[in-house]
């Protein structure tokens, strides 16, 4: 039952009994005044509580018209608003930076024939070296005038990435898991397929004794890299083929060199592509006199030499690990620097490689739709970098790896052809 009306009736109860009484009629008029009282506060009483209603009604109804006016323009005004305190929170992408320097900073090896080697007139040259001229050809920048090669040393390449010493590191920098997940740093484009091997002085033992095999390099000194990938590579050969030798740690390639022609280390251990440019250089500058050397057949590992970026560094990264990909695909297609002008565009995917921009770079530096073409003017396709770094640079660009001619390391039958020479050069699809 209502409790306004209990109450009335209990009033009204009140004041049938009060007017039964005998007494002080004062006592009685006193009593009728309260009830008049609390009869008045009751009607103020309801008088609030529609009011109140009232008002809840009315807060209700502007909440769900404040809910249908939240339309789809207000949504999107919101999501702009979020996005942009998104961008504005964001790191600055290295690509903004570069462009905004005016200069690309690359990280290099010192001095490595085929991958960076610098001549007498300290001209450059080498398969990292045409890698980061076509980044500078991409994104718009001179290939020859705008890139800073900056030396990253092993042990501290990792840190001047980091520290933005450098925009890029292209550095016969193998790809492992603990680089990847715990050095800031995020692999692109594999520019080469290299395998570690072991380089040795005849006069420990000749090759036809050795059989031309590192199997024969008991009680050898072997001159190694400190902190390199090369030397944990060699301890886990040693464990598992049973050769027993002595390491002799080196902090760089020149007191390896040293080491080595001193005959303070009977071998050395590195990448083929960089025994085979140590053999190169030592037999034609005469500094190991009379010694010959020679290099094992064997290969320790594997060494997929990669370009390195910073972690969440996206948009520049995808441009990195894209212009390698844009090399190998006009190798695929046939189209070099001295035809991709010519190139038959009425092929789409011809069209899209020359003529699309295939969204990279960032809002306020997309690349241009051309700069595929950029790449090939300056550099042309992987074959023809290739064939610079390690042959006599008269590869035509699309007759395949038993073109080339003069190469100091065949490309022919190993991982670093085409994919469909059977080797590992392959490129995911551009479009």
């Known amino acids: ?92 992408s290295t690509l903004d930076t570069i462009m905004e320097r005016g200069s690309m900073r690359c990280g290099v090896k010192s001095d490595q024939y085929g991958m960076n080697y610098v001549d007498s007139n300290g001209a450059r040259s080498g398969l990292d070296i045409e890698y980061c001229r076509a980044i500078a050809a991409a994104i718009g920048i001179s290939p020859d005038d705008d890139i800073e090669y900056i030396p990253a040393s092993g ?68 001159c190694v890299g400190t902190g390199t990938t090369t030397e944990g590579n060699l301890q886990d050969w040693s464990s598992h083929s049973g050769v027993s030798f002595t390491t002799v740690n080196v902090g760089s390639s020149w007191e390896a060199d040293e080491e080595f022609i001193n005959g303070g280390c009977d071998a050395i251990t590195g990448d083929m592509s960089f025994l085979v440019a140590k053999k190169w250089q030592m037999e034609n500058d005469g500094s190991m006199g009379d010694v010959d050397i020679w290099i094992g057949q064997e290969l320790l590992s594997k060494e997929p030499l990669a370009a390195v970026t910073r972690d969440y560094d996206t948009e520049w990264n995808e441009i990195v690990s894209w212009v390698w990909y844009a090399m190998v695909t006009a190798e695929e297609m046939g189209i070099s620097s001295t035809n991709y002008g010519s190139a038959d565009t009425s092929d789409p995917s011809v069209d899209r490689l020359l003529y699309s921009n295939l969204g990279l770079g960032t809002d306020a530096n997309p690349l241009p739709s051309t700069w595929v073409q950029n790449v090939l003017d300056s550099v042309g396709n992987y074959g023809e970098a290739y064939d610079r770094s390690f042959c006599d640079g008269s590869y035509d660009g699309f007759g395949g790896s038993d073109a080339m001619t003069g190469c100091l390391i065949s490309r022919s039958g190993t991982y670093n052809a085409l994919v469909s020479e059977g080797g590992l050069q392959y490129a995911p699809p551009m479009r």
């Open 1 to 92: 039952m209502n409790r306004t009306i209990v109450f009335c009736m209990a009033l009204m109860l009140t004041a049938v009994s009060l007017s039964g009484c005998t007494g002080d009629d004062t006592e009685l008029n006193t009593a009728n005044e309260r009830i008049a009282e609390l009869e008045s506060q009751v009607e103020n009483d309801q008088e609030r509580i529609a009011g109140l209603e009232s008002e809840a009604e009315a807060d209700e109804a502007r909440y769900q018209k404040l809910m249908a006016d939240f339309s789809d323009d207000l949504e999107e005004e919101w999501y702009s608003g979020y996005l942009q305190g998104y961008a504005e929170g964001a790191p600055v």
């Open 155 to 222: 042990s501290n390449r990792f840190y001047s990435l980091a520290d933005g010493t450098i925009d890029v590191l292209i550095r016969t920098t193998t790809w492992t898991t603990s680089r990847d997940a715990g050095l800031n740093a995020d692999f692109a484009g594999i520019n080469f397929y290299d395998g570690q091997g072991i380089m040795v002085r005849s006069d420990f033992i000749t090759a036809a004794d050795a059989s031309n095999s590192v199997y024969g390099l008991d009680g050898a000194n072997i």
